[in-house]
């Protein structure tokens, strides 16, 4: 299932992993949930505010193609070019495919974003009739998830040196 883009392999399979609670481990949930923990928003209207849900990842022009790929592989989102053309936004939603999102996404968070996510699906469940369940953070080995190149991903870079031994 690993298809190019670019110089870049993007999978979108599941894989069994049995150290984790669910039956299925998705990978490309864990790496989405990095994503938008890295450089992404979970927007939520309040109690009193009318508007809808959406979630947003901001991402490097030069990532235009994964961010393509990632609205095909979830059959719906948008994409935004910023007017400087530097960078861009992939916002999901529309119902359906926010829906959709937050299951590939939930049980996948790490950091104190989840609280974020955790105040979507209440919403979700109570303004639209459905019963997501609210899970906790991810628990699985970080050599067996995808998360840790979603947040890279997002938002790091490398850097190396060498030293030269010289006499």
Do not use: C, M
């Not at 399979?13 to 450089?39: C, F, M, V, W």
């Not at 505010?49 to 947003?56: A, F, M």
């Amino acid at each position: 299932n690993n298809r190019k883009i670019g110089k870049r392999e993007f999978s979108t399979s599941t894989t069994s992993k049995p150290h984790t609670a669910r039956a299925q481990y998705n990978q490309l949930g864990s790496y989405l949930a990095g994503l938008i923990e890295g450089d992404g928003n979970l927007y939520t209207p309040g109690p009193n505010v009318k508007g809808y849900p959406q979630i947003e990842i901001a991402f490097d022009i030069r990532d235009l193609e994964l961010a393509k790929k990632i609205i095909l592989v979830v059959e719906g989102g948008n994409i935004y070019i910023r007017s400087n053309g530097k960078s861009g936004r992939i916002i999901f939603k529309k119902l359906d495919v926010l829906l959709k999102v937050v299951l590939l996404i939930n049980g996948y968070f790490w950091t104190p974003k989840i609280e974020a996510l955790h105040r979507l699906i209440s919403w979700l469940n109570l303004k639209n009739n459905t019963n997501v369940p609210i899970l906790g953070t991810d628990s699985t080995p970080l050599k067996d998830s995808s998360w840790l190149s979603g947040i890279l991903e997002a938002d790091s870079s490398f850097y190396l040196t060498w030293k030269f031994n010289q006499k």
